[in-house]
């Protein structure tokens, strides 16, 4: 197993190295563990989200916070120099992905055990000290790699992350702070003062990695084709073309023609939220977006999802019998077609709705 331990970089590298690495790797490949912190805040929302929906877009722009899109799905997040993230890439790697978590949350566990503190798993993907949250994970495919990936939670500035959140009230933003302080914990308030360096902690996953995963670990370097990939990423995940895709007419307050109504319907499934904003003409569904904060496998399928709903009648017997049809065809996991039609019942008309700040 390559092990690439970057330090502290700019923030468009700390993201786009993990996407550039599993790119460029072949089938064939060996498994490489990438470790890089980014030297200043940014935000990053999930590859099925809207970020005018997440986000408190205006904050971010005022206050120089880069937005990002990654391709890795789950929810919006606060990276910056607290965090230490790693990225596990396996090459011709298969799994569905509960099984993935269940195989390999027990390394970064082990880890922080080794570290001094009481991490345990909580089901699906969380790593926890008590009933408190110190570290999530994700899991995505791109181009012939899995990938599972987290981070070593130093530190972390909830104010902040209550800030660039979007949330309906000043209020609710008060709440959200109080919120995260009782939902989640850092190395630094396990630890206090005892805190390892950096190098050291990287050290300490690679070893529980290696040991789980029964291969050898050694430092490398990112190779020159990885590092032309590393530089393409950088652009791309920063764009704001890529940042905003889909917020054209799914932006609430779009001027809607006569006879043409536009909702949104959220329904919070055991895997992550479930968001779907849809067009609708005469009973019919003349255009759709579906995402949220869920992992799903595979994640073409969301497309044709989406095509297959255009053109059906908003009723729950014919929307459930197509989503149904198209989730066996297409093997989706990670959600399911009646977590679809909950969120097509409990629809909100979006034509009297604004949101502020949004630069597509």
């Known amino acids: 197993m390559r092990v690439v331990n970057l330090g502290t970089v700019s923030v468009p590298r700390s993201l786009a190295v993990f996407h550039a690495v599993a790119q460029m790797a072949g089938a064939a490949d060996e498994m490489t563990l990438v470790f890089a912190t980014p030297q200043s805040p940014f935000v990053s929302v999930g590859y099925h989200q809207l970020a005018s929906r997440e986000l408190n877009v205006a904050y971010c722009q005022a206050h120089d916070i880069p937005i990002a899109r990654r391709l890795v799905g789950g929810g919006a997040v606060l990276l910056d120099q607290n965090q230490v993230f790693w990225h596990l890439i396996m090459p011709g790697a298969h799994a569905a992905v ?8 027990p390394a970064p566990v082990a880890a922080y055990q080794r570290m001094g503190i009481r991490a345990s798993i909580r089901p699906l993907n969380d790593i926890v000290v008590g009933d408190q949250k110190i570290g999530g994970t994700g899991a995505a495919t791109i181009g012939q790699s899995l990938l ?3 981070s070593l939670m130093y530190d972390f500035d909830r104010e902040l992350m209550a800030q660039v959140l979007r949330v309906p009230s000043e209020k609710f933003r008060d709440k959200t702070v109080q919120a ?3 939902y989640m914990t850092t190395m630094a308030e396990q630890l206090g003062g005892a805190l390892p360096a950096r190098d050291e902690a990287a050290q300490i996953l690679s070893e529980e990695f290696a040991r789980m995963l029964d291969t050898p670990a050694r430092h490398e370097s990112l190779r020159e084709d ?3 990939q590393v530089t393409r990423f950088e652009r791309r995940l920063f764009d704001p073309a890529f940042v905003f895709q889909n ?4 932006v609430p307050g779009t001027k809607i023609a006569g006879g043409i109504y536009l909702y949104e319907g959220l329904f919070k499934s055991p895997t992550g939220l479930v968001r779907v904003i849809w067009r609708e003409r005469e009973g019919l569904i003349e255009n759709t977006w579906l ?3 869920f992992l799903i496998e595979p994640a073409s399928a969301l497309q044709r999802v989406q095509d297959a709903l255009n053109r059906q009648a908003v009723e729950p017997g014919e929307l459930s019998q197509v989503l149904h049809r198209i989730f066996v065809e ?3 996991k990670g959600i399911s077609a009646e977590d679809v039609v909950q969120a097509f019942a409990n629809r ?3 034509d009297t709705l604004s949101v502020s700040g949004v630069e597509p």
């Open 98 to 105: 509960k099984d993935l978590y269940a195989a390999l949350l």
């Open 148 to 150: 599972f990936v987290g």
């Open 180 to 182: 995260l302080g009782a």
């Open 226 to 228: 990885e590092e032309e």
């Open 247 to 250: 917020e054209g007419w799914t």
């Open 291 to 293: 995402g949220g904060d």
């Open 330 to 332: 297409e093997q989706v």
């Open 348 to 350: 909100l008309s979006l």
